[in-house]
Every structure is written in C-alpha cells, then in structure tokens.
C-alpha cells in the first residue's frame, strides 16, 4: 500500500513536470585559448513556469549546447516562485525594480492589451501565464540582468489579501478604495 501511493505522487510529479512551459531566453559562446587552439563552451538562460502564476529561472554552462539548456532547465524547476496575480492575468499594481544595471519598470494592464515587453522580459511573463502587461527596460539589455531585474519587479507585488493581513483590514477595504482612486 505504501509503496502505490509513492508511485502516485511520483507520476503526479512527473505530470506537472509536463504541464511546465520552458522558454530558452539566451545562449552565449565562450571561448578558452589553450595550447592546441581554442575550447568552446557554452552558457544558457532558461525561464520555466506553469502559466499559472509561478516562476523561475536558472543558467546552465556545459561544453555543449543541449547539455547547458538542460542543466539550465533543471536549475529553473528547482528555484520556482509563486506570484500573485490580478484575475490570473494581470498584476494587481505597478512596480520598479532594478538589479546590476538592469531597471524595469512593470504596469498592469486593461483586457486585450497583450504583453508589451521585450526579449527576455517576455520570456517571463509569457511562462508566468501574465496576458495583459506593459513593461520597460532601463539600462542595460543584458538578458541575465533583466531577467533577474524582472523577477525581483515580481517579488516584490502584493496581493489584496496580503495587504489587507499586514494592515488588519477586510479586503473588501482594501480593494474599495482602490477602485475609488482614493490609494
């Protein structure tokens, strides 16, 4: 009996690895100068979400191509995050984050805007399940930078219920005064 309901949360586990959206974002060609010539390696950046509202990313390096997508993957499924999101498409608020030299700057968006993004910000939102975002990038256009900038933009969102815990209020109150463009 024990060991079927291992074998069962084992092949659900192995669902939802199914059910996970993998973007590559960049990959990037290094070369070491040796004595018989050159060694090439190569680094990946892969975004990974359940389009469902979480995240996460991760890099790989491996001698070749495949081998550094997949340990990027694996490194991606192993740091997901949870986001909150406005209806399950949008953010509930606007925010600016930066990481290195990387700014962004995140807005949510009515119904039938799309994703406004570039490159690897795009990436995010369209793995994260986000529908309806307009974003900017500030900066630098390093895709390690934005990426990182993008995430830490979405970590810092808050959602009603989590306001309305830290302030001791019902969310009805919260979310009222929103609409009535009194916060």
Same mark, same amino acid.
């Given at each position: ?5 291992? *074998? *069962?949360?084992?092949?659900?586990? &192995?669902? &939802?690895?199914? $059910?996970?959206? $993998?973007? +590559?974002?960049?990959? *990037? ?5 040796? @004595? ?24 790989? @390096?491996?001698? &070749? ?8 993957? $694996? ?9 909150? +999101?406005? &209806?399950?498409?949008?953010?509930? !608020? #606007? ?8 700014? /962004? !700057?995140?807005?949510?968006?009515? %119904? ?7 490159? %690897? ?10 529908? #309806?975002? /307009? ?6 256009? *390093? ?12 970590? +810092? ?27």
């Amino acid at each position: 009996m024990a060991r079927e309901g291992k *074998n *069962n949360r084992t092949g659900r586990a &192995e669902r &939802e690895e199914v $059910e996970l959206i $993998e973007k +590559l974002v960049a990959i *990037n060609r290094v070369a070491k100068v040796v @004595k018989g010539g050159k060694r090439f390696g190569f680094s990946a950046i892969v975004v990974v979400g359940d389009g469902k509202g979480r995240v996460g990313h991760g890099t790989g @390096k491996a001698r &070749e191509v495949p081998e550094a997508i997949q340990k990027a993957t $694996e490194k991606a499924k192993r740091h997901m995050i949870r986001i909150p +999101l406005r &209806e399950g498409r949008t953010l509930h !608020h #606007d925010i600016t984050a930066s990481y290195g030299a990387g700014k /962004v !700057h995140l807005r949510a968006a009515v %119904p039938g805007t799309g994703i406004i993004a570039g490159g %690897p910000m795009r990436a995010v939102f369209e793995v994260l399940g986000v529908q #309806d975002i /307009v974003s900017k990038s500030i900066g630098t256009s *390093n895709p390690h930078n934005m990426v990182r900038a993008t995430l830490k933009a979405l970590q +810092l969102i808050n959602a009603p219920r989590q306001v309305a815990a830290r302030r001791g209020k019902k969310i009805g109150e919260i979310v009222g005064r929103r609409a009535q463009g009194e916060v």
